[in-house]
């Protein structure tokens, strides 16, 4: 098979677990990748799975003053091209309706894209369809090179329907991971003109293979001070996860409630929400761990007795997906509480695989935690659900199978458009 150029926002991400899962199956289907990557890493850490991936990396030029002579050089290199000049118009259409320094850096890192791909590269494939879909679409035209991109969750809910649609319009194919998401973009597409049969449901799932089997639990309910319930959360500090939210539900809970919550991650919120637990008088209750490598998350997985996760949509749009923690909290046998927003319910189903609270509503989330504390066997029993329904219902292996097909599909056409 050719050879494929992914584009991503940032690599390694810890955070991103579910791209580098999707990196790795695409290679062990056979499929020959080359990743861009417009960001450098930040992450301290690494997971296990990024040292597997086999794909040679390559830096675009994050701020194009860094590297003027790699922006000029690529420039130089691709201005003659027959589709040089369609890229510009593309580009200055853009930026007219969206005029920020963003904009420019998206193009220069276009040229360099395009500059520096190897010839016999078939088919570019953006990971998120805001900056990296704007990299692969003016790279794309530059070089008549088809493009396709997987949409997630922030791409999809704070970009300018303008800028989807004519994404949508342009791409090969586009996928999205929720249920929810895919409705969206099939709408806008249907209102541009476009086909709905451009963009996919493709779930990312789990990589089952590599979670171990669910451990025994304690029942632990509460009431002995000495075995207190263990609660975690593993997600990014920022404002849709709900973490201030979550502060106060905690700090409504009953005060003969034995209780220790853990967070797991980084993030901007990270110094308020310290502060935000101090004042309400729970924080000798919480552990904030930091950002961690899976395997260190698993651990934290089987060492819990609850997971929750009360997202919520953010004061710009920005919303989950389908959150790959829950999934992987799934996998240990860990009951969830969670919020009715975005996609979540198309994996926790009230009552079934966990309990559903609406976003915000921190009453609602201290009685589920109440609930779910003081109910040992309840958690018991949906922990199992969960991690059936993970099981039998969201294997990685059925969504890369369907990329590949994508891929495998838009080589062909090429080629035959070729010949």
């Known amino acids: ?94 930026l007219i309706r969206d005029f920020t320094p963003n904009r420019v850096r998206r193009f220069g890192q276009a040229l360099v894209l395009a500059a520096e791909m190897p010839s016999d590269i078939s088919l570019i494939y953006a990971h998120f369809l805001h900056t990296p879909a704007s ?9 008549m090179t088809p493009w396709s991109v997987s949409a997630h969750a922030k791409d999809i809910w704070t970009s300018a329907d303008w800028d989807l649609q004519e994404k949508l319009s342009a791409c090969d194919w586009a996928i999205t991971c929720t249920n929810v998401g895919a409705a969206h973009l099939k ?56 973490l201030d939210d979550l502060l106060v539900a905690l700090a409504a809970l009953p ?46 997985y089987r060492a819990a007795d609850l997971f929750v996760l009360p997202s919520k ?32 319910p198309e994996f926790i189903r009230d009552g079934e695989t966990g309990l559903l609270v609406e976003p915000s509503d921190t009453a609602g989330l201290t009685n589920a935690l109440k609930i779910m504390i003081t109910q040992p066997d309840r958690r018991l029993r949906i922990g199992r659900a969960s991690e059936i329904c993970i099981r039998n219902e969201f294997d990685s292996g059925v969504g890369a199978d369907a990329v590949a097909a994508l891929i495998r599909q838009s080589i062909d056409t090429a080629k035959e458009g070729g010949t």
């Open 313 to 344: 949509i953010a004061g710009d749009g920005d919303r989950d997906g389908l959150p790959n923690v829950l999934m992987e909290a799934a996998t240990q046998g860990l009951s969830a509480v969670a919020t009715n927003v975005s996609a979540i």
């Open 255 to 300: 005060s003969e409630l034995h209780w220790r919550m853990r967070h797991v991650g980084g993030g901007p919120l990270l110094p308020k929400l310290k502060s935000d637990a101090k004042a309400l008088g729970i924080a000798d209750h919480i552990e904030w761990s930091g950002a961690m490598a899976q395997s260190e998350v698993i651990e934290a």
């Open 1 to 94: 098979m050719a050879e494929i150029a992914v584009l991503l926002k940032g690599y390694p991400r810890l955070s991103e677990t579910f791209i580098a899962q999707e990196i790795r199956a695409l290679e062990q289907r056979g499929v020959k990748l080359r990743l861009y990557s417009m960001r450098h890493p930040t992450d301290k850490h690494r997971h296990p799975i990024h040292d597997e991936i086999e794909a040679e990396v390559i830096y675009l030029p994050e701020y194009l003053y860094q590297e003027v002579r790699r922006v000029c050089r690529a420039w130089w290199i691709v201005r003659r091209l027959p589709s040089y000049r369609k890229a510009v118009r593309l580009f200055l259409q853009d």
């Open 187 to 242: 709408q806008l597409a249907v209102d541009s003109g476009t086909s709905s049969n451009r963009v996919s449901l493709v779930y990312h799932g789990l990589d089952l293979s590599r979670f171990p089997t669910a451990p025994p639990r304690p029942l632990t309910n509460g009431s002995d001070p000495t075995h207190p319930v263990e609660i975690l959360t593993v997600c990014r500090a920022v404002e849709k996860k709900g």
């Open 135 to 143: 990299v692969a679409r003016y790279a794309a035209t530059i070089t």
